[in-house]
Each structure stands twice: as structure tokens, then as C-alpha cells.
């Protein structure tokens, strides 16, 4: 469900280079308004937020439909009402809360286990805690794609606050899901609530929920009347009507149950709000960005006025048509997303390059102490040149100043003797790789390049048995190209390899938007809405890319 929202953000992103681009030619041509005017674009791209508003009368569900939509029960849901505070779900690299209270910018975090106590009204009567608005930040991949899910409090409950609440958020809503029930369809009282949404949005998605309390025959019959009804009140003869088990749903996703979900009615309404969602933002931000910068472009005077004025027209051409705007990586990507759970956060390193990390650490750990204290020890590690240059700094790390006097003096007597031997026209008693010259510490013989090697034999073996035996081990492992190469090259079964290649192609793809993401928010200037894996994109794409920085890259093809 996720194809179309990958498309917006190609787009967006295409757009955001175009803009970094003019941004540059501005800067380079002296042009500070533009520069200025430039700057502000950009921001309103990297903001790019979505309110989908989830509304209805109290006990109708619309929490445990928030929670379906999510995939987990985030949201307390029940038969005690909500306080008279707003519960926004967004993107958030780990689970928390952060709660805004009304007339105050201080905020404070919570655990998400905690925010019943703080948004419904048997533990938080009357708000008496002022909490304005409740921020739940859950990592579920389909908030990171493009919008928010506000939950609103109950219409027409006991406490009057909450319908006033809700009524006076209705501006803010771009679009609204609007919740009624099989047990009480469409009431008097809710059709003038749907009246006051018609007023202020212009989609709104009709859910009948609990259909799991009706036969199939009464189910059609209380849609067809919602339908029915819906359309004389709205005026609206196109009005779309989703019959929607939300407890089903969310119990469908919690067990994986593909059968059971599409029995609940869920894809529907998710198709179609992503469906939606999508159309609204290109309509709506991508096209006024473009005009805008157009206008810009077509102002000024530069250089590049003329290339850039054309991108600016066609990209704007190709949203206004809907050409192009599905993105093929993010399609093919999607067959990934069942072994790289999309709430996962990506590992940093290569799961290889970790173990080869690790082991030289230990190996290190204990040689540096041998070397301070054995003679037996400095003469041997004297004879095969010391340490590999990277190796010899890790060493130092470890090792203190005494033990480094200690343990080095025979190998600068050792490569003391083999200069004087070049100098002299001899030939040094020791060569590097059979090379004639200056002698320099050899890979071949560098202790911890050994240990590294046999570290990552058998990182590779036990790797690709538990490909084979149908075990990959932690879900968000990850490998670098290099050592992706070394696993698929061991594989006896290619079905497995192509699996494997799909993991990786999406966590490379992911990456690949999380630094698309980084760039923009913080042009934008908007570096508070960076989450925590794209602060990590940098590191984590070059790491996938080349590999652990203290991972010898010439080891892994010996």
C-alpha cells in the first residue's frame, strides 16, 4: 500500500535537488532575494505534513481503527472516555510520547505505556494535567511516508469539552475519517457532526465499524442505509462507504493473517486513503512549490535561468498529468518488507564486518599485554614486521605509552637493519611480498589481519547455514556489498541468495531516502523533525557501501 506515497516522495525529492540547485545558482549570481525566497520553498517542502483526522462518537472505535491502521494496539481503547486533549500519531524512530500542555512550551516525554494516564478520563478527570495535545512518535513506515493520524476525543461523551475539541480541530484536518458503528448506524446526532466536517474538508472516508456484530445480509443492509443516508446529507452522490472490522483487523495484523485482514475491510480504506493522501499532496504542495519556484526562476537572471526554468515546468507538467509518479524501486521493494520488518530500525554496520570487528578487539585486548611483558612475544612480532598500518594505530588505542616502549623497540631495530641494508647496497633479510625496497608492514603477516580473516571465514560459514537452514537471524541484520558477495558467492541455493538480495536492495533503498530526508529537512531548516535513522543514513549508507572503517578491505578477497 505503500507504492503511491513512494512516488510522492521521488517526486518531492526531485523537486528538492531542482531547488538546491537554484538555491546554488542564487547564491553564486548574488541574488539574496532569491536565495532568501529559495530558502523558504524549501522548508515549506521539508515540513510536508498531513493531518488525516480520525472522528467520531464515543464508543464507536475509532481507536482500536487507528490502532488496526497502525498495526499495534498504541492507542488505549476501551469503554472509558478520552479527555478533552488530542492524540496526533507521527514518525518516530523509537516509541514515546511528548506531551504539550496549554499555555506552556515546556514538553515532556513519557513511555508509550504510560499515555493512558495522561488521555483518558479515569486516570486524568477533566484534564486536570492541561494536556493540549499528545504526540505519539511509533516507527511505522507508513507514517514516515507522508502523514499524520490524529485521534480525536469522543463526540457527544459525558465530558462536553471533547466535542468541543474535536469540533474546533476540524480546521486544521486535511482529510477525515469519520467513525460510526453497526450497533448504532449514522444517528441523528452524528449526521449533523458529518455536516459540520463536509463544512471545512473536502474528502471524507465514511467507516461503518464493528461489522463482526452483523451477518453478511444485515451487514449490506446497514451500509446500503449509511450510504443512503450519507448521500442525501452531503449532497453528495460519489460519497465512498467502508465496512470495516476493527477488531479484526488489528488482530489479523498482530498474527500476520492475510485472509483474515482482507475479511476485516481494512485494505480498502487504506488503500484508498494512501490513494488519496497522495493525489492531495501532489495537487496541493508539490504543484504550489513548483508554481512558485517557476515564478521565481522567470524573475531572476542567471545563468542557469533557462535549464532550470525548463525542470521546474516539466516536473510540474508530469505531477499535473500523474505520469511517472509511481516509483519502480519502491514496487519492487515491497516483496522485501516481510524480512526486514518495516518498523525496524536499520543496523548501522554490516553483521560480518561486526564479528571481524570484534574479534580483532579481543585478539588486541590480550596481544597488547604480551607484548609489554614477553620478550618470546616482541622478538616474533618484530619477525613479521609488526602490524598492518591500520592495525598498529587500533593497537595503540589499546595499548599505554609504557607498553608501547616496551613492546616497539625491536621492531624499529628490525626495519632499522633493513634500511642500512638498501643503503648499502644489500639486499634487506626481509622483503615485503618479495618486493625489493622499502620494507613496510605486510597484511600478510600483521597478527590481527589473521585473526580478521579467520573471524570472517566463519562469520560467512555460520551466516550461510542459517540462510540455508531457513533462519537469517535478527531481522534488521544487514551486510555490505562486499561481504553480501562473499555470502552469495558460499550459497548452494539460489532461491536463498535471491531472497537475500531483496532483503539488501531494500535496506539500501531505505537508507537511500533517509538520506534524501536528512538533506531536504536540514535545507530546509527544519533539522528538529530529523528522526534518529536519518541522522544515521550518513554513516549507515557508507558503511553498507565499503564496509566497517577498521575492516581491511583487501582481507576480504584473500
Known amino acids: 500500500m505503500h507504492g503511491p506515497l513512494a512516488g510522492y516522495e521521488r517526486r518531492k525529492h526531485e523537486l528538492a535537488q531542482i531547488l538546491r540547485e537554484i538555491h546554488s545558482a542564487s547564491y553564486q549570481s548574488k541574488n539574496d532575494f532569491l536565495e532568501r525566497a529559495i530558502g523558504n520553498l524549501t522548508q515549506k517542502l521539508a515540513e510536508d505534513r498531513f493531518y488525516l483526522t480520525v472522528i467520531g462518537q464515543f464508543s464507536r472505535g475509532k481507536s ?18 478520552t479527555t478533552s486533549a488530542i492524540t496526533a500519531v507521527s514518525y518516530g ?19 508509550i505505556h504510560q499515555l493512558a494516564d495522561f488521555v483518558t478520563e479515569r486516570i486524568n478527570p477533566g484534564n486536570r494535567e492541561r494536556i493540549e495535545m499528545a504526540e505519539v512518535q511509533v516507527p511505522v513506515e507508513m507514517l514516515q511516508r507522508g502523514f499524520f493520524l490524529v485521534d480525536t476525543p469522543g463526540l457527544g461523551s459525558a465530558v462536553r469539552e471533547n466535542t468541543e475539541t474535536t469540533l474546533n480541530f476540524l480546521p486544521a484536518a486535511d482529510a477525515i475519517v469519520f467513525v460510526t458503528s453497526c450497533d448504532a448506524p449514522l444517528t441523528a446526532s452524528e449526521l449533523g457532526y458529518l ?20 451477518s453478511e445480509a444485515e451487514r449490506d443492509a446497514l451500509i446500503a442505509f449509511v450510504k443512503s443516508k450519507a448521500q442525501e446529507e452531503l449532497e453528495d452522490s460519489n460519497v465512498r462507504i467502508y465496512g470495516v472490522s476493527a477488531k479484526n483487523a488489528l488482530s489479523a495484523k498482530l498474527s500476520a493473517d492475510a485472509a483474515k485482514l482482507t475479511e476485516s475491510g481494512l485494505h480498502e480504506l487504506e488503500r484508498d486513503v494512501v490513494d488519496y493522501v497522495t493525489s492531495h499532496k501532489q495537487e496541493d504542495l508539490l504543484l504550489q512549490v513548483c508554481d512558485r519556484a517557476a515564478e521565481l526562476v ?48 536499520l543496523r548501522v554496520s554490516c ?79 626481509r622483503t615485503s611480498g618479495g618486493v625489493a625496497g622499502p620494507p613496510l608492514p605486510a597484511n600478510t603477516t600483521c597478527p590481527a589481519c589473521l585473526q580478521a580473516k579467520e573471524a570472517e571465514r566463519k562469520a560467512v560459514h555460520e551466516l550461510t547455514e542459517r540462510l540455508e537452514a531457513g533462519s537469517s537471524g535478527k531481522a534488521d541484520e544487514s551486510l555490505c556489498l562486499t561481504h553480501l ?74
Open 93 to 111: 524512530s523509537r516509541e514515546k510520547v511528548v506531551l504539550r500542555r496549554a499555555g506552556s512550551n515546556l514538553n515532556s516525554e513519557i513511555g
Open 64 to 81: 482500536t481503527l487507528m490502532n488496526a491502521i497502525l498495526g499495534k494496539g498504541y492507542l488505549p481503547s476501551g469503554i472509558i472516555p
Open 195 to 214: 455536516r459540520d466536517c463536509r463544512s471545512t474538508v473536502r474528502q471524507i472516508f465514511l467507516v461503518v465499524n464493528k461489522t463482526d456484530l452483523a
Open 298 to 345: 522567470a524573475g531572476s537572471s542567471f545563468s542557469q535561468r533557462a535549464q532550470l526554468l525548463d525542470r521546474v515546468k516539466t516536473l510540474c507538467a508530469e505531477i499535473e498529468n500523474g505520469t511517472s509518479f509511481v516509483d519502480p524501486h519502491a514496487q519492487r521493494g515491497q516483496r522485501a518488507l516481510t524480512g526486514l520488518h518495516s518498523g525496524s530500525l
Open 485 to 558: 558477495e562473499d555470502v552469495l558467492l558460499t550459497l548452494r541455493d539460489t532461491s536463498v541468495g535471491d531472497q537475500l538480495l531483496v532483503r539488501e536492495g531494500e535496506a539500501l533503498r531505505r537508507i537511500a531516502e533517509n538520506l534524501q530526508r536528512y538533506a531536504l529537512k536540514h535545507e530546509g531548516r527544519r533539522s528538529d523533525l530529523i528522526t534518529e535513522e536519518e541522522w544515521q543514513a550518513p554513516k549507515q549508507a557508507l558503511t553498507l557501501l565499503a564496509g566497517h572503517r577498521n575492516v581491511q578491505p583487501r582481507f576480504r578477497r584473500a
Open 351 to 429: 553483521t560480518i564486518c561486526d564479528r571481524i570487528v570484534d574479534a580483532v578487539y579481543d585478539f588486541l585486548r590480550t596481544y597488547q599485554y604480551e607484548l609489554y611483558v614477553s620478550a618470546e612475544v616482541q622478538h616474533a612480532h618484530a619477525e613479521v614486521g609488526g602490524f598492518c598500518p591500520m592495525h598498529t594505530w587500533q593497537y595503540a588505542n589499546l595499548a599505554s605509552p609504557q607498553g608501547i616502549c616496551s613492546a616497539y623497540p625491536q621492531v624499529l631495530f628490525r626495519f632499522s637493519e633493513d634500511l642500512l641494508d638498501l643503503a648499502e647496497g644489500r639486499a634487506p633479510k
